[in-house]
């Protein structure tokens, strides 16, 4: 990934909201410059799993960060649901990258079917227009035979599906260890320098 690139992340209501957190966070200390949003769900998710409480406002929630991980000013940007002058809404001004984490199974019908009814889905449908990367991390189970016909279409499409299924090679302690893992395969695969996790085969004296 280029010097100052521009990522768009989005936070939606499923389960595993520490994956898209950690992520936020690792992309913010790589000094990497974020456009982010968070579905109403996804707060509620939030709150349920984790001891963060949000505050409701975009600024608010941008200062909120910008307190938490001492950001470098305009770093952050964080748009809500109907914030259609947001860069992310047009090709004209797109990111580099999005990534959408954790993907709801919602937000991935919406995007195979190019819904565009809220931001986070028209920032997806710009990216997958302007043909550049999209990752989603779907984490639901069991899957259905219709989220497995959206994922194969949208992987089709050129989207990175990537479930948040952590490895155990490495042997993990912690949750977050195992959060780390998955959130180290993201980073790799937008060219982000990452030592999150060990890499396979990294330590192996053969």
């Known amino acids: ?15 595993g909201a520490v994956y898209g957190l950690k992520l936020l966070q690792c992309l913010l200390e ?3 410059n974020v456009y982010l949003m968070i579905s109403s769900p996804a707060r509620i998710v939030i709150a349920t799993e984790t001891d963060l409480a949000l505050p409701s406002r975009s600024q608010e929630i941008e200062k909120f960060f910008a307190d938490k991980y001492v950001i470098e000013e305009g770093q952050l940007q964080v748009f809500n649901k109907e914030q259609w002058m947001a860069p992310v809404a ?3 001004n797109a990111p580099d990258a999005m990534v959408v984490c954790p993907c709801s199974t919602g937000t991935l019908s ?3 079917v190019g819904a565009s009814r809220n931001l986070i889905e028209r920032a997806a449908d710009v990216i997958l227009k302007e043909n550049r990367p999209l990752i989603l991390v779907p984490r639901e189970m069991p ?11 949208l992987s089709k499409l050129g989207v990175t599906i990537m479930p948040a299924s952590p490895a155990f090679y490495h042997q993990p302690k912690t949750i977050n ?14 060219g982000i320098d990452q030592k999150l996790a060990p890499r396979w085969g990294a330590n192996s004296d053969e």
């Not at 990934?1 to 209501?13: E, L």
């Not at 899957?143 to 279409?153: G, Q, V």
């Not at 260890?177 to 937008?190: E, K, P, S, W």
Request: zero cysteines; a neutral charge.
């Open 1 to 15: 990934m280029k010097i100052n690139s521009t990522i768009s992340v989005a936070i939606t209501g499923a389960s």
């Open 30 to 32: 790589a000094k990497v």
């Open 90 to 92: 047009s090709g004209s």
């Open 110 to 112: 919406a995007i195979s």
């Open 143 to 153: 899957l259905s035979a219709i989220h497995l016909e959206n994922m194969t279409k």
């Open 177 to 190: 260890d195992m959060v780390d893992f998955v959130v180290a395969r993201i980073l790799d695969h937008l």
